[in-house]
């Protein structure tokens, strides 16, 4: 994580660009000196309380934007950093690649069985939809009264409103990608 000076250095210097302001301009429109803003856009100054609420006014600006951490245009997720969560001894394994959260309305998981284990899912929120796609092994899904048996390299779309059941149908331990999509 960055420190606060970093953090407000590239803030300021986003927002001034981002405004098309020069230096001058910002020092004129903040009561800020030139040489005082130079110091805190190369993360080398320590402004204060009130300097960063005057450099705020001056470009218009909430506060939060000057000592927020920005978001990333990507974001890399590793499979060793997330802690799986697990059941019946870690024979299930699920990992959280992406939550539902950030304004987002899908939730991407990544999903382990040993072979022979199988589970049920109840009905998710209504009108949700299910994306699977095999990476290694076999997979019998019960929807109602169909199976499927779904093997490397195919997916599946349904309906996840229903309540559904998975299975680990081969011998090697089953991973696949399960992709909710809530409307």
């Known amino acids: 994580m960055d420190n606060i000076n970093d953090i407000v250095s590239k803030n300021i210097r ?30 080398s100054g320590n402004p204060s309380l009130s300097t960063l609420w005057k450099i705020a006014n001056g470009m218009k600006i909430p506060f939060s934007q000057l000592i927020a951490q920005r978001q990333l245009p990507y974001k890399i997720v590793r499979l060793s950093d997330i802690d799986p969560i697990t059941e019946d001894e ?9 939550p539902d959260d950030e304004d987002q309305r899908f939730s991407i998981y990544h999903i382990e069985a040993a072979p022979g284990y199988g589970w049920t899912s109840e009905a998710h929120v209504r009108e949700t939809i299910e994306y699977i796609t095999i990476l290694r092994g076999e997979l019998e899904l019960e929807l109602r009264t169909e199976k499927f048996l779904l093997k490397t390299g195919e997916s599946i779309r349904f309906k996840g409103d229903v309540k559904h059941r998975y299975k680990n149908a081969g011998s090697e331990t089953l991973v696949f990608h399960n992709i909710l999509y809530n409307p």
């Open 14 to 43: 986003a927002a001034r660009q981002e405004k098309g302001l020069s230096l001058d301009e910002l020092s004129r429109l903040s009561g800020i000196s030139r040489s005082m803003l130079v110091q805190i856009e190369k993360g």
């Open 90 to 98: 870690g024979r299930l394994k699920n990992y959280v690649l992406f």
